[in-house]
Nanobody, 120 residues
Framework: QVQLVESGGGLVQPGGSLRLSCAAS????????MAWYRQAPGKQRELVAT???????NYADSVKGRFTISRDNAKNTVFLQMNSLKPEDTAVYYC??????????????WGQGTQVTVSS
């Protein structure tokens, strides 16, 4: 069994910064692409950023230049550094990780979500 635990959310003022983390644990053989999604009330979940196993990154246009996704393979952890935060960044942020569990197929896993609120 695999578990993803998120941390780092909170309340910040516009222009502030937060760093989210998502750590995978359990029966893990390999980790592929890692990603961050977000969902605001009444809206669909949207993809924010991805990072491949080789380190290639992609970002939504709305966060490009402000957010940075990174990973620590030794710790099975993905991070999202969020700078210059805006009120429209307010959402629940979810990590999503593609994992091959020991003795099992590749599948994706979701974190529990962490609230990010940007307000003055």
């Amino acid at each position: 069994q695999v578990q993803l635990v998120e941390s780092g959310g909170g309340l910040v003022q516009p222009g502030g910064s937060l760093r989210l983390s998502c750590a995978a644990s359990g029966s893990i053989a390999s980790i592929g692409t890692m990603a961050w999604y977000r969902q605001a009330p009444g809206k669909q979940r949207e993809l924010v950023a991805t990072i491949s196993s080789g380190g290639t990154t992609n970002y939504a246009d709305s966060v490009k230049g402000r957010f940075t996704i990174s990973r620590d393979n030794a710790k099975n952890t993905v991070f999202l550094q969020m700078n210059s935060l805006k009120p429209e960044d307010t959402a629940v942020y979810y990590c999503n990780v593609v994992i091959s569990s020991k003795g099992s197929r590749w599948r994706n896993y979701w974190g529990q979500g962490t609230q990010v609120t940007v307000s003055s």
